[in-house]
């Protein structure tokens, strides 16, 4: 073999072990994670490159300023969002810059925009404290067979995503139900 055909075949190599990882990384979520039930409000059914698919935000995902008990959170921080049980659904506890610790359960999420962006606007938000975070958890998309997407409205219904979470605060989506039935 040539170095020529050694680098080529060390590369698919190498990016087939990483779309692995990525898997196994995902199924250990899914298969050792604990299981709750968050309330979806769905946003879009369909994107023609991609086929269908449904983009969710949570009711946890837009949280008041409240919820951080005065921490300085910046855009693009990573935050603990500590959860509590409502009912058979799961809500929010407060908001964290570490993660924590004591058994508490927990999603990890990117503050996505109504952090601030420097000393002036941390100030500002301080005085305010009536701002809304906008946390992304990496479970806003959930893709779902062809043709399944279409004629599909979640108006007047009760949606719901059953995710794991792992110790580190990782989720992954398992199931969607739609008023207790499973979807699609």
Do not use: C
Request: no cysteine.
């Amino acid at each position: 073999m040539t170095n020529k055909q050694i680098k080529f075949i060390s590369v698919i190599v190498l990016q087939v072990a990483i779309i692995f990882a990525i898997i196994i990384f995902k199924l250990s979520i899914l298969t050792g994670g604990t299981e709750i039930l968050l309330k979806i409000q769905p946003l879009d059914p369909r994107d023609l490159l991609r086929g269908d698919y449904a983009t969710f935000q949570y009711e946890i995902s837009n949280l008041d300023s409240y919820y951080a008990q005065g921490q300085p959170i910046k855009n693009g921080d990573t935050v603990y969002v500590t959860l509590k049980q409502a009912g058979k659904n799961w809500a929010v506890k407060n908001i964290k810059t570490s993660k924590p610790a004591g058994g508490e359960l927990f999603i990890a999420g990117k503050v996505e925009s109504g952090g601030f962006e420097n000393q002036a606007d941390q100030l500002a938000l301080q005085q305010l404290n009536n701002s809304r975070f906008h946390i992304i958890y990496g479970i806003e998309q959930y893709f779902i067979p062809e043709g399944e997407g279409r004629n599909f409205s979640f108006s007047n219904k009760e949606a719901v995503a059953q995710v794991a979470i792992d110790d580190n605060g990782s989720a992954v989506i398992k199931r969607i139900y739609v008023d207790g039935q499973p979807w699609p």
